[in-house]
């Protein structure tokens, strides 16, 4: 399968930032859409930011839009998501997840093919 490793998440007060990363097999990158899901205690997984791996176009939801950015590297295939204005509803595990599809079809989609073992983002004072 494809291995998909997250790191960045921390504890930070509202208000701050974080930047976490998704860490991708070079080799298996081709045809896949990469986004960022995230679960709350109590509430299921939603799609908040996905990116296109064949045009780089780029899907937020709505409750991060303007907040959140996803990037990625190519040269080393990381995916990023750069995480400003935090807010305690940010609060939740963030997976980074991947299909064969396109950045909306990712973020939308409840069970995509491929998952990180996630990262704890903490929003909090």
């Known amino acids: 399968q494809i291995q998909l490793v997250e790191s960045g998440g921390d504890w930070v007060q509202p208000g701050g930032s974080l930047r976490l990363s998704c860490a991708t097999p070079?080799?298996?990158?081709?045809?896949?859409?990469i986004g960022w899901f995230r679960q709350a205690p109590g509430k299921e997984r939603e799609g908040v930011a996905c990116i296109s791996k064949s045009d780089g176009s780029t899907y937020y939801s709505e409750s991060v839009k303007g907040r959140f950015t996803i990037s990625r590297d190519k040269a080393t295939a990381t995916v990023y998501l750069q995480m400003n204005s935090l807010e305690p509803e940010d609060t939740a595990v963030y997976y980074c997840?991947?299909?064969?599809?396109?950045?909306?079809?990712?973020?939308?989609?409840?069970?995509?093919?491929?998952w990180g073992q996630g990262t704890q983002v903490t929003v909090s004072s």
């Open positions: 997840a991947a299909h064969w599809l396109t950045a909306q079809g990712l973020c939308n989609k409840p069970d995509p093919r491929y």
């Open positions: 070079k080799d298996r990158l081709a045809n896949y859409a």
